[in-house]
């Protein structure tokens, strides 16, 4: 998977070490990252620049979610895939999720796991399982 510096992967996580870790996993692989901490600062960063892959917590600052950013991400960009990274999703979030076709992670997330499931949906087969 040479081609892996060629894809930009936008990560948001209101958990600064979780971020850290995320990015720096992601990097490791060749990825390029840009990591939020804040809806408001992740759709700004969807303003300045393109990515193929949007992996975002589920609950955000104050009463913001990852549906929220992801949102926008699709706005801008439909077909990008994205996922939500969550410890707690109620059924109607993951009804929701898979209503928009929109993966869902649970935390805490393996690596191997966690690696596996960004590559796919990188290569488009981002169906819902």
Do not use: W
Request: aromatic share 6%; glycine share 6%; net charge negative.
């Amino acid at each position: 998977m040479g081609d892996a510096g060629t894809y930009r992967i936008l990560v948001v996580d209101d958990e600064t070490s979780v971020l850290v870790t995320y990015q720096l996993i992601l990097e490791q692989q060749g990825y390029l990252v840009a990591a939020c901490a804040t809806s408001v600062e992740a759709i700004r960063e969807l303003g300045r620049q393109d990515f193929d892959l949007i992996l975002c917590d589920y609950s955000l600052e104050e009463q913001h979610t990852g549906f929220e950013v992801i949102t926008e991400a699709r706005r801008l960009k439909p077909q990008v895939p994205a996922a939500l990274l969550t410890g707690y999703a109620t059924k109607e979030t993951a009804d929701e999720a898979s209503g928009k076709n929109i993966g869902v992670m649970f935390k805490p997330i393996e690596i191997e796991e966690f690696l596996a499931t960004t590559s796919k949906m990188l290569r488009g087969d981002h169906e819902p399982d």
